[in-house]
């Protein structure tokens, strides 16, 4: 399996590889090797991320041709060296934040921004979407036979709701009113864990009624489109006036940047998970003379995806509403088009299966 020295033909797999702005191609890829202290996963399931289609149209330069995309995965082990805690076969997922764990971040226990990790299936670090990838073994989580891979490949979306919602901690209990900004995946996924902890009246805000309609389903309290209601006033009217403690920015952008912000009483805090948008506008008064608070929440720690690979485990969050496509790798090209398109926000989450 290690290709000899000399061979001209190392082994090959099929990947799904962007080579330019709006080109996603299905072709022939060198196998990874599996080096020292790695495990060789067999892709099972890989979810398409809102920043992946970000990265596909060339909008965010966080994608360079040509290379694979893929972070949201699992699969089952392939190969492993001799004092491997895995096996051939285990069912695992991985988490793809590849952090060193000896620098300042990752001693603070911020190893989820730790700057000289790489992140499989960003920038031209090769990632998922692919028959094989190999990954050091600490970056890899066993889970049981009672979890499909599609269910275990949306622990890293829910990860990242779980960091979002535990950087508020205990304060959600005293909470009357949560408010989260985008009914998308990400969004969707706060609101289930809010829901959760038990979290009092929830929120939800988007543009698309067709994710409202997901929101109130899947707990929601109010569902409101701020294209056809001022938020700020919708929010006033169903808290009579008492406004949000807390909100989530689970979008990107300025206008739900704004929004986020808007709903707030005064000394609420505003968590933003949203990574689109580079540069935005605020109300910088707002914040200084109701004293605001805003939060980053970026991506996650390995503990946020042991709790919520365990919470899937539970079936303690329902996924299945949030998947809309499932097929195999070999239509990937085709699905990136459609989520490039989805004007009406009735494509959450597509699954690839290699
Ligand atoms: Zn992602
Ligand atoms: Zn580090």
Not at 148 to 170: C, D, F, I, N, Q
Not at 266 to 280: E, R, S
Request: glycine share 12%.
């Amino acid at each position: 399996m290690m290709g000899g020295k000399g061979n001209r033909c190392p082994p090959e797999m099929k990947a799904l590889v962007y080579t330019g702005p709006g080109q996603m191609e299905l072709s022939q890829w060198e196998k990874p090797v599996r080096g020292e202290g790695e495990v060789l996963v067999k892709v099972k399931a890989v979810g398409i991320c809102g920043s992946d289609v970000e990265g596909y149209l060339g909008k965010t330069g966080r994608r360079i041709p040509p290379m694979i995309m893929g972070h949201e995965f699992s699969g089952e082990v392939a190969e492993v060296g001799g004092r491997s805690k895995f096996r051939v076969g285990d069912r695992v997922v991985v988490q793809p934040k590849l952090y060193c764990g000896s620098c300042s971040y990752c001693q603070m226990g911020f190893s989820n921004i730790c700057p000289h990790g790489q992140f499989l299936g960003v920038m031209s670090r090769n990632g998922a979407m692919a028959e094989y990838v190999s990954v050091g073994e600490q970056y890899v989580f066993g889970f049981g036979e009672n979890t499909t891979y599609v269910e275990a490949s949306m622990v890293e979306p829910l990860a990242v709701a779980h960091r979002a919602v535990s950087k508020l901690g205990t304060a959600i209990d005293e909470a009357k009113y949560l408010l989260v900004v985008g009914a998308g995946t990400i969004g969707l996924l706060v609101l289930q864990i809010l829901r959760k902890q038990g979290a009092r009246s929830v929120i939800v805000s988007d543009l698309s009624e067709y994710r409202l309609e997901k929101a109130r389903e899947l707990g929601a309290d109010y569902a409101i489109n701020p294209g056809r209601k001022n938020l700020k006033a919708a929010i006033s009217e169903i808290t009579s006036d008492k406004m949000v403690d807390y909100s989530f920015e689970a979008v990107g952008l300025n206008p739900t940047a704004v929004d986020s912000l808007e709903g707030l009483r005064i000394g609420g805090t505003a968590v933003w998970i949203g990574n689109a948008q580079k540069m935005i506008e605020i109300d910088m008064q707002q914040i200084v003379t109701t004293e605001l608070t805003v939060k980053g929440t970026y991506i996650y720690t390995d503990e946020d995806y042991v709790q919520c690979l365990n919470l899937i485990e539970e079936k303690a969050v329902s996924l299945e509403p949030l998947i809309s496509v499932q097929t195999e790798l070999d239509n990937g090209p085709e699905v990136f088009r459609q989520l490039a398109e989805n004007k009406d926000g009735r494509l959450l989450k597509a699954i690839l299966m290699p």
